[in-house]
Nanobody
Framework: QVQLVESGGGLVEPGGSLRISCRAS????????IGWVRQAPGKEREGISC????????NYADSVKGRFTISRDNDENMVFLQMNNLKPEDTDVYYC???????????????????WGQGTQVTVSS
C-alpha cells in the first residue's frame, strides 16, 4: 500500500524559508519518481519539482528554480522540499505526488501520477 504523507507547512513572511516533508511508504523498488505539486483555488496545478529515486536526477519549474531544492534522506523514504526566498505567489497547498517509472529523468507533469498525499498548506504573507 503506497502512502504519501506531507508535513511542515505553515505561515512564512516574504523572503523567509520553510522546509516541507513527504514520508513515502509502500514502494518495493527504487524505480519511481516523486515530487511536489502545488495548487490553490483559482490557480492551475503546477508541478514544481521532482526527483527520480533510481538515478537521483531532479527537475524544477522555472517559477521556483534557484529558490527551492528537493532532496531525500539516506533511507530513501523521506523527501524534502527546502523553500527559500518565499514569495506571496508561492502560497498554495503543496502535494507530494509519485509514479512508478524506469526512466532516468523525471517529469514535472503529474497527470499520470497514481499516488498523492493529502497536502500541506504554505502561506507566505506579512
Amino acid at each position: 500500500q503506497v502512502q504519501l504523507v506531507e508535513s511542515g507547512g505553515g505561515l512564512v513572511e516574504p523572503g523567509g524559508s520553510l522546509r516541507i516533508s513527504c514520508r513515502a511508504s509502500g514502494f518495493t523498488s527504487q524505480y519511481y519518481h516523486i515530487g511536489w505539486v502545488r495548487q490553490a483555488p483559482g490557480k492551475e496545478r503546477e508541478g514544481i519539482s521532482c526527483l527520480s529515486v533510481s538515478s537521483g536526477s531532479t527537475n524544477y519549474a522555472d517559477s521556483v528554480k534557484g529558490r527551492f531544492t528537493i532532496s531525500r534522506d539516506n533511507d530513501e523514504n523521506m523527501v524534502f522540499l527546502q523553500m527559500n526566498n518565499l514569495k506571496p505567489e508561492d502560497t498554495d497547498v503543496y502535494y507530494c505526488s509519485a509514479r512508478r517509472s524506469y526512466l532516468r529523468g523525471c517529469s514535472l507533469e503529474s497527470d499520470q501520477n497514481h499516488y498523492w498525499g493529502q497536502g500541506t498548506q504554505v502561506t507566505v504573507s506579512s
